[in-house]
């Protein structure tokens, strides 16, 4: 995961910055907090400190406690000079909220503050998020002052335009949703750095409209939320991201590929033609189980016939698994009038996915149309319930529990007590080297002059193997091993557990 390095400079938005940290924290970044004297009078460094687990740096004066490491790294045993070993230790630094006052110094090279001279010394990319009045916006100064940072490569992140924070004023300043900021921090990381790279997922969104004539549907109440919120947290993971949205008004992600349909059909045959090159499934849309059996050309009139017949449409799901391979994970989503585990429970059987998310749609305050939901999350061993939160979070939750099923290599329900063999690979491992565990009882095993690829330890340690030629695989059963420095289709679905070093817990 990346070390994001967060500026946080004086302004009523500073309050949102807390909301990036804590997104860019449970999202798996390592985050250091800089601030300046500003913004410790609208927000305190003790809430950042608390969200990140690190100190928070004001002064390039003061003694940085982590020597310039992130959370999760280990701190150098000498102590380097602060903004200079934050500034090199990050992947991304953005300034949000960036204050007319403090845009004017980085335009400026103005380095008085642990804020302006890490964002000088900072080689990574670098993007500032503006928020004040509009008026202070719109001024010509604020507006030179972007302009230079752009001409410079600094990514300048728009305002958002609405509800200003001086009462009753209106206009472009706003900070827009942290979580859109972490999206467009996470865009500008390098391939490698996220733990869903080298992932493909599909995500359907929506809900299907069944004509009944040219102008009438039927149709459902989902708005296609959920799924835009799970592809938003997979694309900020690092995937490359379709979604299928059926009838959905709400914009795209960043960086996601869009495919509009309307009817279940066209969801079907979307939905067939991706499935096959995704490595996971996010079935969120509510497609129809019903349509109409004729569709009356023009428009039915009062006088014509009342009745309606129907005739179900086809189970998209289980036409997609039938075909599903065991690299592939699939999520089902059901929505049910009262929590019913047992029904769930049959539907992840039936529909051979690897997890369920129930959804209780007897509260009429969460779900559908809602910005908010309470699910269950149901697998063949495990319920666990997430209570009432975003959809946002609930989206983090449902990847969060997609990679421990790809991790525990429970892809689909096995029986061959492959993962409890797994989980004790470690058993073959020797000497000093490094030993992952991977799929088909096979492990690899490392010397120790086989370097980690710079991108390791993070998710597609398939590039792990192109640093060396020396990597072996070895075959826990047969014992046979093969060397290469290239990866192979069967390594790529390996596992996201990063290497243990031999003799390691
Ligand atoms: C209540 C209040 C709200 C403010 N909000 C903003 C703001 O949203 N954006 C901004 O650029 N400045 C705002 N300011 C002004 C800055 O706090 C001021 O320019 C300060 O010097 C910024 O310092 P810094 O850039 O070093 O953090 C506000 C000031 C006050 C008193």
Not at 129 to 134: E, T
Not at 346 to 366: F, G, T, Y
Not at 385 to 400: G, N, S
Request: proline share 7%.
């Amino acid at each position: 995961m990346a070390r994001i390095l967060l500026g946080v400079s004086g302004g009523i938005a500073a309050y949102k910055a807390l909301e990036f940290a804590r997104l860019a924290t449970s999202g798996g970044h390592g985050v250091r907090v800089l601030m300046t004297e500003g913004a410790e009078r609208f927000v305190g460094a003790a809430s950042f400190e608390g969200i990140v687990g690190s100190p928070v740096l004001t002064s390039e004066f003061e003694r940085d406690p982590m020597r310039g490491a992130f959370p999760g790294d280990d701190a150098p045993e000498h102590d380097p000079i602060g903004h200079l070993a934050v500034a090199a230790n990050c992947d991304a630094y953005l300034v949000a909220p960036a204050s007319a006052n403090t845009l004017a110094k980085l335009a400026g090279g103005i380095a008085d503050s642990m804020v302006t001279t890490s964002f000088l010394a900072c080689t990574a990319p670098r993007l500032v998020a503006p928020a004040m009045n509009d008026r202070m916006y719109g001024d010509a100064a604020t507006q030179a002052n972007l302009a230079t940072l752009r001409e410079r490569g600094v990514t300048v992140i728009e305002p958002d335009e609405g509800a200003l924070a001086s009462r009753g004023e209106h206009g472009k300043g706003r900070l827009p949703d942290p979580a859109r900021l972490l999206a467009l921090v996470e865009s500008e990381l390098p391939t490698g750095q996220r733990p869903w790279d080298g992932l493909r997922v599909l995500v359907t969104a929506g809900g299907t409209r069944e004509p009944i004539d040219s102008v009438r549907f039927l149709g459902n109440r989902s708005s296609g939320r959920m799924g835009i919120a799970l592809a938003a947290a997979a694309a900020r993971r690092g995937a490359e991201v379709t979604l299928i949205a059926a009838n959905v008004a709400l914009p795209e992600p960043p960086g996601v590929h869009r495919i509009d349909v309307e009817t279940g059909e066209q969801l079907a045959n979307a939905a067939q033609a991706e499935f096959p090159n995704s490595h996971v499934l996010l079935m969120a849309a509510a497609p129809a189980d019903f349509r109409a059996s004729e569709i009356a050309t023009g428009k039915l009139t009062r006088d014509a016939s009342l009745d309606l017949h129907l005739e179900p449409t086809e189970d998209i799901l289980a036409s997609l698994t039938a075909s599903k391979t065991e690299q592939q994970t699939v999520v089902a989503f059901a929505a049910e009038a009262g929590e019913n585990t047992e029904r769930a429970k049959q539907k992840l059987a039936r529909k051979k996915a690897d997890l369920i998310v129930l959804n209780d749609i007897s509260n009429p305050e969460i779900g559908f149309e809602s910005s908010e939901n309470a699910v269950t999350l149901i697998d063949t061993d495990d319920a666990t319930e997430i209570p009432q939160a975003p959809k946002t979070t609930i989206a983090e939750a449902i990847l969060d529990r997609v990679s421990s099923l790809r991790e525990e290599g429970r892809q689909s329900p096995r029986t061959d007590g492959y993962s409890k063999r797994r989980a004790n690979s470690r058993d073959a491992c020797s000497g000093e080297g490094i030993a992952v565990p991977l799929p088909h009882h096979a492990e690899l095993y490392s010397p120790p002059s086989c370097k980690p690829h710079p991108m390791y330890p993070k998710w597609a340690w398939p590039t792990f193997f192109t640093a060396s030629s020396q990597c072996k695989i070895f075959s826990k059963t047969s014992k046979s091993s093969f060397v290469s420095s290239t990866p192979s289709s069967t390594w790529s679905r390996s596992s996201s557990r990063a290497p243990k070093r031999c003799g390691s817990s």
